[in-house]
Nanobody, 122 residues
Framework: VQLQAFGGGLVQAGGSLRLSCAASEHTGSFYIMGWFRQAPGKEREFVAA????????DYADSVKGRFTISRDNAKNTVYLQMGSLKLEDTAVYYC????????????????WGQGTLVTVSS
């Protein structure tokens, strides 16, 4: 499975942005999809994940209530709607895919897309 993330850019604090991640195969609808981010000088961290049905989601505490993960299996695409953006949300955002259960563990995700940079300015 190949993943391609896009939609990053420069946004003012308090603003919104939507990231997208497209999977290369139709069987992408059977994967758990996750979003992770890596800020400059920091380790990559979990942001959100969604089950293949879309009925189960998980969020890092730092983004809960501000970010929404969703997926359109007909389009093999997962989205991350980001709102009330803060300076500390600045990072390279990565999408990833895994089988079976939802997880926050990076090493459980077998497939990764290239990152897309989100920069939040004051």
């Amino acid at each position: 499975v190949q993943l391609q993330a896009f939609g990053g850019g420069l946004v003012q604090a308090g603003g919104s942005l939507r990231l997208s991640c497209a999977a290369s195969e139709h069987t992408g609808s059977f994967y758990i999809m996750g979003w992770f981010r890596q800020a400059p000088g920091k380790e990559r961290e979990f942001v959100a994940a969604i089950s293949w049905t879309g009925r189960t989601t998980d969020y890092a505490d730092s983004v809960k209530g501000r970010f929404t993960i969703s997926r359109d299996n007909a389009k093999n695409t997962v989205y991350l709607q980001m709102g009330s953006l803060k300076l500390e949300d600045t990072a390279v955002y990565y999408c990833a895919a895994k089988y079976r259960e939802l997880s926050r563990a990076l090493d459980e995700y077998a497939y990764w897309g290239q990152g897309t940079l989100v920069t939040v300015s004051s």
